[in-house]
């Protein structure tokens, strides 16, 4: 059959309609499926063992301060703290907008016709200086790595005193029942389910204590490395830093200098 012009001209136009057509279906569907995995994403949890970043996020969340009730599993009798009324209360999310708060002070700064009194004094500088030290978080971490089981894991908690308690993690509590340092699962989301423990297989755990909540945060440590070392010599396992490298004797000196400066300075 013989076309004319015309005839492959309409021809030329009908597989281009055609086209467009199939394009923008495909768009359709591949924006969907964008879609979905965006906010498959969003509901997803990175790996624990990434980076320290995930750590301190984990260290800022809240710890109780309180009292403790028992609870049965299997045979073992676990002490369960209450999160009390004087709890910890010092997430990111109550800190104010740095923004919103330069607004503000600016909306209710009052204008000086004094020169000198807007340079500021070196009273002043010492005392902001003084401050930003007693505001300085300090974290301090101990990871205790290895195929760790959770009967095992539990029994060794028990005897060191450890109780399950609020973020279903365990904490060490002094005789006033405040948190001196607490004990999550290398495995995000980092908490314990007491009723699947005798099931429970991790390749580590986490011990950390917030020195700037604790009046003597040197001696602390003390306690923490000495529950790290018992749990690592119970379980099998290695004793290791923040960065997961093996804890060497100069890096325990390390740490301890590092907290007694920090333990001076915020005295001073």
């Excluded at 204008?111 to 030290?133: K, N, R, V």
């Excluded at 195929?147 to 365990?170: K, T």
Aim: glycine letters at 6%; hydrophobic letters at 35%.
């Amino acid at each position: 059959v013989d076309f004319g012009f015309r005839e492959w001209l309409i021809i030329v136009g009908i597989v281009l309609v055609a086209l467009v057509l199939l394009h923008g279906i495909w768009r359709m569907w591949t924006d969907s499926d964008r879609l979905r995995v965006k906010l498959d994403k969003s509901f997803m949890s990175t790996s624990s063992l990434d980076a320290d970043h995930n750590d301190l996020s984990l260290l800022k969340a809240e710890l109780p301060n309180g009292g403790a009730r028992i609870i049965k599993v299997g045979a073992s009798n676990i002490p369960v703290t209450s999160l009390s009324s004087n709890a910890i209360k010092k997430t990111a999310d109550n800190k104010p907008d740095p923004k919103l708060a330069s607004e503000d002070q600016k909306k209710h700064q009052i204008p000086s016709t004094d020169h000198e009194s807007e340079q500021p004094s070196q009273q002043h500088i010492a005392e902001s200086a003084e401050d930003e030290t007693r505001q300085e978080e300090k974290y301090v971490v101990i990871n205790v790595l290895g195929e760790i089981h959770g009967q095992p894991l539990l029994e060794s908690l028990l005897s060191l005193g450890f109780a399950y308690g609020d973020m279903n993690i365990f904490h060490c509590q002094d005789e006033n029942g405040v948190v001196q340092f607490s004990l999550t699962n290398a495995v995000e989301p980092g908490s314990f389910d007491l009723e699947k423990i005798q099931e429970l297989v991790t390749p580590g755990v986490t011990l950390f204590m917030r020195a700037h909540e604790l009046e003597q945060p040197l001696e602390c440590f003390h306690q923490m490395l000495n529950a790290g070392s018992r749990l690592a010599e119970d379980l099998g396992s290695q004793l290791c830093d923040e960065t997961r490298s093996e804890m060497t004797v100069q890096g325990i000196e390390d740490r301890r200098q590092n907290l007694q400066e920090y333990q001076d300075r915020r005295a001073s």
